[in-house]
């Protein structure tokens, strides 16, 4: 099942997004994720199967980028 993750992030440039393309290209559990740089939270919406919430913030970390879980309803 796929499930989608939202975080808001201190992502600013297209070198910081260059940077977690570099990351998530080896997560294989990522199908798909986007970044929204206009919005005020900077926000990161990922589609996966099977990934934890927790492994998003340890892999942006690596590289200096911050994320916190943003909470939502479909």
């Known amino acids: 099942m796929t499930e989608i993750f939202i ?9 910081h997004v ?10 294989l559990s990522i199908k798909r994720w ?3 740089l206009e919005d005020c ?3 990161l919406r990922i589609e996966a199967h ?12 690596t590289v200096g980028i911050f994320c916190e879980p943003l909470e939502y309803e479909l």
């Open 7 to 15: 975080y808001k992030t201190n992502v600013s440039t297209q070198g």
């Open 18 to 27: 260059q940077q977690v393309r570099a990351l998530f290209e080896r997560v």
């Open 41 to 43: 939270d900077k926000v």
């Open 34 to 36: 986007t970044f929204d």
């Open 50 to 61: 099977g990934l934890q919430r927790e492994t998003v913030a340890s892999l942006l970390a």
